[in-house]
């Protein structure tokens, strides 16, 4: 299966900084989705990229599918934005595994202090 | 749109009981659904994958007679934990595929199970 490394595990950041995060995986993939799980254990859909670069307000991602990696970009963090942050690529359907199944990396957890 | 829900939101049982969990797409039809476990501090792992109308696939190290999933319809599909014991213990997550439109998973709020 995909191997998936995400960088770096913990992170702490002053109200208002800006961070990256970074998300590595061992092999071809058809699709990658990073997710925002809230400290009440939500996972909050924030990207479906399997390339290129996508903005929504304060975050964007960019995936380089052939270099096998994606990156989260927080701007302004603010306290919400407090919790663990995961890549998950999937093969798609024809992996052979299952359909569509996501790969999850151990996370970043982000701590966002006033 | 995409909404997924999971009832209960948090479970006690004694040991040897079943407990049933459900997983809803509300607003979405769901080709596949998925059901993992979370441990605290740590990522999600997949325990099965579903879909409508056929059996279960499992993980490898996931009894299937012990975590039984029902796939009735396009936006329903239940976990049952049987005979539970305390080291069943978790955090347990659906996700359901939007295998139509999206091709995004979208993840229910989860459901606390402690065996006592």
């Known amino acids: 299966g995909i191997q998936v490394e995400q960088s770096p595990p913990d992170l702490i950041l002053q109200e208002g900084a800006n961070s990256t995060l970074r998300c590595n995986f061992s092999d071809s993939v058809n699709n990658l989705q990073w997710f925002h799980q809230n400290p009440w254990g939500q996972l909050i859909n924030l990207f479906y990229?399997?390339?290129g670069t996508k903005q929504n307000g304060r975050l964007s991602a960019t995936t380089v599918a052939t270099e096998r990696y994606s990156l989260l970009y927080i701007s302004s963090s603010q306290t919400t934005d407090s919790g663990v942050y995961f890549c998950?690529?999937?093969?798609?359907?024809?992996?052979?595994?299952?359909?569509?199944?996501?790969?999850f990396g151990k996370g970043t957890k982000l701590s966002v202090i006033p | 749109g995409a909404v997924v829900s999971q009832h209960p939101s948090w479970v006690i049982c004694k040991s040897g009981t079943s407990v049933k969990i459900e997983c809803r797409s509300l607003?979405?039809?769901?080709?596949?659904m998925f059901w993992y476990r979370q441990f605290p501090k740590q990522s999600l792992m997949l325990m099965a994958t579903s879909n409508e109308g056929s059996k279960a696939t499992y993980e490898q190290g996931v009894e299937k007679d012990k975590f039984l999933i029902n796939h009735a319809s396009l936006t329903l599909s239940t976990l049952t934990v049987t005979s539970a014991h305390p080291e069943d213990s978790s955090f347990y997550i659906c996700s359901a595929l939007d295998g139509i439109q999206t091709y995004e998973q979208y993840f229910g709020p989860g459901t606390r199970l402690t065996v006592t």
């Open positions: 998950a690529p999937d093969k798609g359907p024809y992996s052979g595994a299952g359909s569509y199944q996501l790969t």
């Open positions: 607003d979405f039809q769901a080709t596949t």
């Open positions: 990229i399997p390339s």
